[in-house]
C-alpha cells in the first residue's frame, strides 16, 4: 500500500444513498423563450434534468429547470464540446448553495 | 417573469454569456474518510470535475465539496463506476460538514487514547497509531470482493461508528506477509 491515503476511512455496512451536485459552465448560443441551446464542455442525455442560473443585468443569479431536449457534439480544436438543447422552466434558486460563479467572459 | 438576458449575450458585441449547468445524481457512498470518500454512480466523471455532496447521516444533512480524483469502471455490477473523490476545505468544517464530523471524530479517538500523536511533518506516514491500535484481521477474512484493494489499508472503523449510528462493519488492515 502506498502512502496515498492519511486517513483512516470508514465503511458503510451498506451502501449510503447520497446526491451529487456537478456543475459546469456553459456557453449560451441561442436564448428564445423556454428553448435554450448552450455549449458545454460536457455531454449530456436527452431527458436529463438540470439547473441553469444565469446572472440578469441587476447581477441577480436566475434559475431555470431545463430538461436536455437533444446533444450534439462540436468536434473543433482545441478539444471536443457539445451543444446543448434545453427546454426551460422557471424555478427558484437554491439560494446559491452550489452555485459556481456566473460570469460575463469577452471573446478574444 | 420580468427577466432578460444580459445584453453582452450579443456575439456581435465580442462578448458571451456564461450559465452554469448543474446536474443532480443519485449516488451511493461505500466509505468516507476525514479527507475523502468513495463512490458509486451509474456514469463515469471526469477528473477533476468538482461537486456538491449530499447525505444523510444519523438523520441529519451533511455536505461537502468534492472534486474527483479517479475514476475506476466497476465491470461486473451493472456498468457502475466507483468513483475517488476527495473534500475540498473551501471554508471551515462547521457543523453540517461531512469532513468536519469525520474531523471531530478522528480528534475525539486521538485525545482518547494516543495523547501524543506524532504526524506527517515528523515523518510519520500518518498510519502508525492505527497500525498499533487497531487489530488485524486473521488471514482467513476476505476481503469485499469488489474493494479488495481499498479493504487493504482500511482500518479503524471504530472510529467512525458514533457518526454512523451502527451502520457501520469493521475492516482491518490484513496481517502483513
Known amino acids: 500500500m502506498t502512502d496515498r491515503r492519511l486517513n483512516p476511512r470508514s465503511v458503510f455496512l451498506a451502501p449510503a444513498s447520497a446526491q451529487l451536485r456537478m456543475t459546469v459552465d456553459a456557453e449560451i448560443e441561442s436564448w428564445r423563450g423556454t428553448h435554450a441551446v448552450v455549449i458545454s464542455s460536457c455531454a449530456s442525455t436527452c431527458g436529463d ?53 456566473i460570469t460575463s467572459t469577452s471573446v478574444p | 417573469m420580468a427577466w432578460r438576458l444580459p445584453q453582452r449575450v ?14 443532480t445524481k443519485n449516488i451511493r457512498v461505500y466509505d468516507v474518510s476525514a479527507g475523502g470518500c468513495l463512490l458509486e454512480t451509474r456514469e463515469s466523471l471526469p477528473v477533476g470535475a468538482v461537486g456538491l455532496l449530499s447525505i444523510d447521516i444519523d438523520g441529519r444533512r451533511r455536505q461537502e465539496w468534492i472534486r474527483v480524483c479517479r475514476v475506476h469502471a466497476n465491470e461486473g455490477r451493472r456498468g457502475t463506476c466507483l468513483v475517488s473523490v476527495e473534500f475540498l476545505p473551501l471554508e471551515p468544517a462547521g457543523t453540517d460538514s461531512l469532513r468536519g ?17 506524532s504526524g506527517r511533518s515528523s515523518g510519520d506516514p500518518g498510519k502508525s497509531e492505527w497500525a498499533v491500535d487497531t487489530p488485524r484481521a486473521p488471514s482467513s477474512a476476505a476481503p469485499h470482493a469488489d474493494h479488495g484493494d481499498l479493504n487493504s489499508s482500511c482500518n479503524a472503523i471504530e472510529l467512525a461508528t458514533p457518526l454512523l449510528n451502527g451502520s457501520a462493519r469493521a475492516c482491518h488492515k490484513p496481517a502483513k506477509e
Open chain 2, 101 to 117: 464530523a469525520m474531523l471531530r471524530l478522528r480528534a475525539v479517538k486521538s485525545r482518547a487514547r494516543f495523547p501524543a500523536l
Open chain 1, 49 to 101: 434534468e438540470l439547473l441553469v442560473q444565469v446572472m440578469a443585468d441587476n447581477n441577480d443569479v436566475v434559475s431555470w429547470a431545463a430538461t436536455v431536449v437533444a446533444c450534439e457534439p462540436i468536434i473543433a480544436p482545441p478539444a471536443v464540446r457539445y451543444r446543448v438543447s434545453l427546454s426551460l422552466t422557471p424555478a427558484q434558486s437554491p439560494a446559491h448553495a452550489d452555485g459556481v460563479a
Open chain 2, 10 to 23: 450579443s456575439h456581435e458585441k465580442a462578448s458571451v454569456t456564461i450559465v452554469s449547468l448543474t446536474r
